[in-house]
Antibody, heavy 125, light 107 residues
Framework: QVQLVESGGGVVQPGRSLRLSCAAS????????ADWVRQAPGKGLEWVAF????????YFADSVEGRFTISRDNSKNTVYLQMNSLRGEDTAVYYC??????????????????WGQGTTVTVSS | EIVLTQSPASLSLSPGEGATLSCRAS??????LAWYQQKPGQAPRLLIY???KRATGIPARFSGSGSGTDFTLTISSLEPEDFAVYYC?????????FGQGTKLEIK
């Protein structure tokens, strides 16, 4: 079935780095964009980063711009979030979500229709 | 950055009643708006995309409307499983923002 599975979360000290992975299955991964969305404890959802289906376009929230990078390996059906210079406010559950198909017209917003179960990142000394 | 403001922050209703949730954008997002439902300990679930289209498998009691800056999610007759937090989300130029959420509670 269509599935996203995140991994790589854990406890990390402020200033250190962590890389999250999101493994996709059950669909043509290389034809869909992908996003990372996070949720701090007891808070709402915050979009973090976007990568296009072929990796040629990447966008970031202001709160992580310059510290986080996003990449994908379509041969492995996996998208990554490299998080550097981590801060306490980066503590959250990080979700991977399927974005729009490469064949979808931009004029229609199809939303994020498949989500992983999330992986928890705790930044603490 | 486009800011989405959801109202009310919380809503207390009984099963069988109808619910109306609002989402206002700080500038026009045309129809590029989605609604999600999230239950405790679970990932969000897409309900509505492109402002008014139901996602696959979403019951007909859920409907979305609006365009530009004002949007509404309507649940026609609440079922016990509908009590959750609801978020709106917009996409503009491949940048996204979420509203702060509306918590729908059982009265």
């Amino acid at each position: 079935q269509v599935q996203l599975v995140e991994s790589g979360g854990g406890v990390v000290q402020p200033g250190r780095s962590l890389r999250l992975s999101c493994a996709a299955s059950g669909f043509s991964f290389n034809t869909y964009a992908a996003d990372w969305v996070r949720q701090a404890p007891g808070k709402g959802l915050e979009w973090v980063a976007f990568i296009s289906y072929d990796g040629s376009n990447k966008y970031f929230a202001d709160s992580v711009e310059g510290r986080f990078t996003i990449s994908r390996d379509n041969s492995k059906n996996t998208v990554y979030l490299q998080m550097n210079s981590l801060r306490g406010e980066d503590t959250a559950v990080y979700y991977c979500a399927r974005g729009e198909s490469s064949t979808s017209p931009y004029s229609v917003y199809y939303g994020m229709d498949v989500w992983g179960q999330g992986t928890t990142v705790t930044v603490s000394s | 950055e486009i800011v989405l403001t959801q109202s009310p922050a919380s809503l207390s209703l009984s099963p069988g009643e109808g619910a109306t949730l609002s989402c206002r954008a700080s500038q026009s997002v045309r129809n590029s708006l989605a609604w999600y439902q999230q239950k405790p300990g679970q990932a969000p679930r897409l309900l509505i995309y492109d402002a008014s289209k139901r996602a696959t498998g979403i019951p007909a009691r859920f409907s979305g409307s609006g365009s530009g800056t004002d949007f509404t999610l309507t649940i026609s007759s609440l079922e016990p499983e509908d009590f959750a937090v609801y978020y709106c989300q917009q996409r503009t130029n491949w940048l996204y923002t979420f509203g702060q959420g509306t918590k729908l509670e059982i009265k």
